[in-house]
């Protein structure tokens, strides 16, 4: 909710219409996540108010765009306004669920006291009515305003039914007052309501009425060039005097042009972001406009030029007027019909090229302005900072010629175009010092003359490095002080990247100024070329290795990345856009500390950059968010916070699309879940064989707890498509081990149906088949088929002679039926043996083998146990302890701790079958 107020905040101050609508939808995104998990929360009426706002402002732009079609597309505004029209119904529903539920929040609190003693400090309960009541007149007065509005989407002003509505409009807004001025001093609610009633009567054809109230609201506004503190109230003062100045020009346009342009040039500070002056603005121009008409020869002239110069001041404001006066000011360029030559006066070339500019036409602006410039000599104007800052104007609009050339790859044609813009005389001697516009264009020239240096070949590379050196060093100094000279540097330091001289690099970034706007960017690029020093170090062999400067490279990897992300935090507001760099830095900090095993550190780190992804909802995942992931989920597994893990691994499941590389991710968390259900079933196995109950108790939740994570896992991934062969058989595999048979068993007939309809598939398939079908085998073992299960394992072997996945399904499938018919324990301990002996003289162990030497001694002491005679029964258990023991001699850790543990239980039966502790 905080995340929505703040992108609304951020929306409100955007630089064009585009940033603003896409701050205004990232704000409904979050406002809508709110609602759809936080249904009871205490801020929901606030939430749905705010909802019910955006639905509002959306029906006001389609009611804006069907007013510009009168007239030219009746079938157009006819469907835009019936699209208003539903959405001010939507509208005015979220208002009624606000309404609903705050009268339900006051009915709930004890009666208000009937007297109350004004000096005592209010309670807790007469604070929260207060507010609840606050919030419910603003609802009121909200509804009110959606009925003004759909009024507005009736063509015909006497319809029945759009009369009936501004009547309910104007009841519910004098309600309001009246009900607001009977507490004392009125709210700001109270005074909306009273300038709303106003515009209801003025819409209701009651002029005079509405001219009252219009005058009753601006009593207590600011005459003018009255000096007053900002008291919050201007918007609503200067949305007023909008809708007063509106009557005058329907009764007198000649009285409203001079009284609105004074009020205009009177409040141009103070009020000029304000809707009410952009709409005095558009009226004037309109007038303006309309006077041109009219007039000829240099009174025309000027009324254009006045009238286009407010237009492209207000086409850089965003307001609901903006989309009319960007609209009008074209009309008004197609009806002056001038080209730059028949331009008289050096303010109408200015109108006109600061229109250029706002239409994106740089040739033409750049025209328009030297023709300014040209006019300003030529007719001796006066006003020299005027003048000045037309000449930076036009060097913008050259700076913008510029960068197009850059874009479209003439490099070298950009670097000269630069040339007229720093220089302020022909002669290339004088630097326009105090020029943003300057300084921007030499660091585009550096740009370029990196990329000229890169594409160089191995002939051209010195003097494009000379030409290269030089353009940095005149922006670093001629702009020392401007982010523009850290540009320079930095591309100075990506040459020598490119040329494999990473300290050399590093150094130039180090020497970024602190307190520069480029410093996190600068530190993010010393940092991760630290990083780059720190792991060619760590990956040379071990013997060449040089510990000290593993750990100096990598403290200054941290250092830097850090430095620079610690000032970022600072120059960036609250709710405002983060740069591409950020999640880069904050990511390759949290890998570092991840690599030297801080998993805490780098947690931390992971946190919010996953928090960042949630909130965003990416349409496709790039390598640094699978990292983000990938990395979460192996530092909260680290720290044995499971609960996390599972949570980021789950996230990353409803987030990311059907995708390999986001799938291995998945499929390695799965595994290391893997590795802590080993460990679980190992502490499950010791506690019990310990007769520790407790213990064992908690042991046995914690190894539930971890099956059922890892069982939602497998499962979900079960589901997915683009997952790779081994991925398949590894969550098949898993679902087994965890008893979810099943589930296993559609995924192994999955991979056998996908092999016989796949050739290609097939054929990456074939070594991982044997091991699918032994699997598939194991469940009808699991399901007590002993005889249909040996049967289908012979086939498999007689077609696998060399594979040891059936061979070891075989001695299960033997064992197992010897728990029901004890005679085969032989046939059991004979296969086991068998395989032991094969599996022996290799010197690397496959997990198999320690399975092997567990079943060999695990059907010896129960081949003893049931045996009467002692005699055998002491041999079985002595050849089982020999067995167990000879393995963990030769390997400890065996093939993982689960195993470790039952190897121990195992043995300590066999010992105490033979009388010994």
């Known amino acids: 909710l905080e995340m929505?107020?703040?992108?609304?905040?951020?929306?409100?101050?955007?630089?064009?219409?585009?940033?603003?609508?896409?701050?205004?939808?990232?704000?409904?995104?979050?406002?809508?996540?709110?609602?759809?998990?936080?249904?009871?929360?205490?801020?929901?009426?606030?939430?749905?108010?705010?909802?019910?706002?955006?639905?509002?402002?959306?029906?006001?732009?389609?009611l804006g765009a069907a007013r510009r079609a009168a007239g030219k597309d009746e079938e157009s505004r006819t469907k835009l306004l019936a699209e208003a029209r539903e959405e001010l119904k939507q509208s005015q529903a979220r208002f009624v669920q606000a309404k609903t539920y705050l009268e339900k929040r006051l009915s709930e609190l004890p009666p208000a006291p009937k007297l109350r003693n004004r000096t005592a400090p209010a309670d807790g309960n007469a604070r929260l009515r207060a507010e609840l009541e606050a919030d419910l007149l603003e609802v009121r007065f909200q509804s009110a305003l959606v009925d003004y509005y759909t009024a507005q989407t009736y063509s015909d002003p006497k319809d029945q039914q759009r009369v009936e509505i501004l009547r309910r409009a104007a009841?519910?807004?004098?309600?309001?007052?009246?009900?607001?001025?009977?507490?004392?001093?009125?709210?700001?609610?109270?005074?909306?309501?009273?300038?709303?009633?106003?515009?209801?009567?003025?819409?209701?054809?009651?002029?005079?009425?509405?001219?009252?109230?219009?005058?009753?609201?601006?009593?207590?506004?600011?005459?003018?060039?009255?000096?007053?503190?900002?008291?919050?109230?201007?918007?609503?003062?200067?949305?007023?005097?909008?809708?007063?100045?509106?009557?005058?020009?329907?009764?007198?346009?000649?009285?409203?042009?001079?009284?609105?342009?004074?009020?205009?040039?009177?409040?141009?500070?103070?009020?000029?972001?304000?809707?009410?002056?952009?709409?005095?603005?558009?009226?004037?121009?309109?007038?303006?406009?309309?006077?041109?008409?009219?007039?000829?020869?240099p009174e025309k002239a000027r009324a254009q030029a006045d009238a286009l110069r407010i237009l492209t001041d207000m086409s850089k404001i965003h307001s609901p007027h903006q989309q009319d006066a960007m609209l009008l000011r074209r009309e008004l360029l197609a009806a002056s019909g001038k080209t730059e030559l028949e331009i008289g006066s050096f303010e109408e070339a200015v109108a006109m090229a600061d229109a250029a500019v706002a239409e994106s036409q740089w040739e033409r602006a750049r025209n328009l302005y030297e023709k300014a410039l040209a006019l300003a000599e030529e007719t001796k104007v006066a006003d020299e900072p005027r003048v000045a800052a037309v000449a930076e104007a036009l060097a913008g609009a050259e700076f913008m010629l510029a960068r197009e050339l850059f874009n479209e790859g003439?490099?070298?044609?950009?670097?000269?175009?630069?040339?007229?813009?720093?220089?302020?005389?022909?002669?290339?001697?004088?630097?326009?010092?105090?020029?943003?516009?300057?300084?921007?264009?030499?660091?585009?020239?550096?740009?370029?003359?990196?990329n000229l240096y890169v594409n160089a070949s191995q002939a051209e590379k010195p003097e494009a490095l000379r030409r290269l050196t030089s353009l940095a060093e005149f922006t670093e100094s001629n702009w020392p002080d401007n982010p523009e000279a850290d540009d320079a540097r930095m591309f100075r330091g990506q040459a020598k990247l490119f040329d494999d001289e990473v300290q050399e690099a590093i150094d130039i970034f180090e020497?970024?100024?602190?307190?520069?706007?480029?410093?996190?960017?600068?530190?993010?690029?010393?940092?991760?070329?630290?990083?780059?020093?720190?792991?060619?170090?760590?990956?040379?062999?071990?013997?060449?290795?040089?510990?000290?400067?593993?750990?100096?490279?990598?403290?200054?990897?941290?250092?830097?990345?850090?430095?620079?992300?610690?000032?970022?935090?600072?120059?960036?507001?609250?709710?405002?856009?983060?740069?591409?760099?950020?999640?880069?830095?904050?990511?390759?900090?949290?890998?570092?500390?991840?690599?030297?095993?801080?998993?805490?550190?780098?947690?931390?780190?992971?946190?919010?950059?996953?928090?960042?992804?949630k909130a965003d909802k990416p349409k496709e995942f790039d390598r640094a968010t699978i990292g983000i992931f990938l990395g979460g989920v192996r530092a909260y597994a680290a720290l044995g916070e499971f609960d996390k893990a599972g949570e980021t691994a789950r996230l990353l499941i409803e987030l990311g699309p059907d995708a390999q590389p986001i799938n291995d991710v998945l499929v390695g968390f799965a595994s290391l879940l893997d590795v802590e259900r080993k460990k679980a079933v190992a502490a499950v196995t010791e506690l019990e064989s310990a007769a520790a109950k407790d213990a064992a108790e908690e042991a046995k939740r914690r190894l539930a707890s971890i099956n059922e994570l890892l069982g939602d896992i497998l499962l979900k991934l079960a589901e997915r498509k683009e997952v790779s062969l081994w991925g398949m058989v590894f969550i098949a595999d898993g679902l087994n081990t965890i008893g979810k048979t099943a589930e296993a068993s559609r995924l192994y007939q999955s991979i056998i149906e996908r092999a016989e309809s796949d050739p290609e598939f097939a054929a990456a398939a074939q070594k991982a088949m044997t091991r699918v079908r032994a699997q598939l085998i194991g469940l009808l073992r699991k399901d007590g088929k002993f005889s249909e299960a040996l049967e289908q394992v012979d086939q498999l072997i007689r077609e696998n002679p060399r594979a040891l996945e059936p061979l070891m399904e075989k001695g299960r499938i033997i064992e197992a039926w010897a728990e029901i018919e004890p005679g085969r324990y032989g046939d059991a301990v004979a296969h086991w043996v068998m395989l032991r002996n094969r599996l022996q003289p290799m010197r690397n162990k496959p997990d198999e083998y320690y399975e092997v030497m567990y079943n060999v001694a695990a059907c010896l002491v129960r081949e003893g146990e049931l045996s009467d005679d002692h005699a055998t029964k002491l041999d079985r258990a002595k050849k089982a302890e020999q067995v167990l023991k000879a393995a963990l001699v030769?390997?400890?850790?065996?093939?993982?701790?689960?195993?470790?543990a039952q190897y121990k239980v195992l043995l300590n039966k066999a010992i105490a079958m033979q009388g010994r502790e």
């Open 410 to 450: 003439k490099l070298r044609e950009c670097i000269e175009a630069v040339s007229s813009i720093v220089y302020a005389d022909q002669d290339r001697k004088v630097v326009r010092r105090q020029s943003n516009a300057a300084s921007q264009a030499a660091a585009l020239a550096v740009q370029a003359a990196l």
């Open 511 to 613: 020497r970024v100024n602190p307190k520069s706007i480029r410093y996190p960017q600068a530190m993010y690029y010393a940092g991760q070329n630290y990083a780059r020093l720190y792991l060619v170090e760590k990956n040379k062999p071990e013997d060449q290795q040089d510990e000290a400067l593993i750990d100096a490279y990598r403290g200054k990897a941290v250092e830097r990345l850090a430095a620079g992300l610690e000032v970022l935090s600072k120059q960036v507001e609250p709710g405002s856009p983060l740069p591409e760099f950020f999640l880069d830095s904050q990511l390759l900090l949290a890998q570092i500390h991840a690599d030297a095993g801080n998993h805490q550190e780098a947690a931390e780190l992971y946190r919010p950059l996953i928090d960042i992804v």
């Open 890 to 900: 030769l390997s400890p850790k065996l093939n993982g701790p689960d195993t470790v």
């Open 171 to 297: 009841k519910g807004f004098d309600d309001i007052f009246q009900q607001d001025r009977v507490g004392g001093e009125l709210s700001l609610t109270g005074l909306h309501a009273h300038l709303w009633h106003g515009k209801t009567a003025e819409e209701m054809g009651n002029l005079q009425l509405a001219a009252d109230i219009y005058d009753e609201v601006l009593v207590n506004a600011a005459e003018p060039g009255e000096r007053r503190a900002a008291t919050g109230l201007e918007p609503l003062f200067s949305q007023v005097e909008y809708f007063r100045m509106l009557i005058i020009a329907k009764q007198n346009p000649d009285e409203f042009l001079a009284e609105a342009a004074e009020w205009l040039d009177q409040n141009n500070r103070r009020l000029r972001q304000t809707e009410g002056y952009q709409g005095i603005a558009l009226e004037v121009a309109k007038t303006l406009f309309d006077k041109s008409r009219k007039a000829s020869g």
């Open 4 to 62: 929505s107020r703040s992108l609304q905040a951020a929306a409100a101050d955007a630089y064009d219409a585009r940033e603003y609508e896409r701050l205004t939808a990232q704000s409904r995104k979050h406002l809508e996540k709110f609602i759809g998990e936080h249904p009871d929360h205490p801020e929901i009426a606030s939430a749905m108010i705010s909802w019910g706002e955006y639905l509002g402002q959306r029906a006001l732009e389609r």
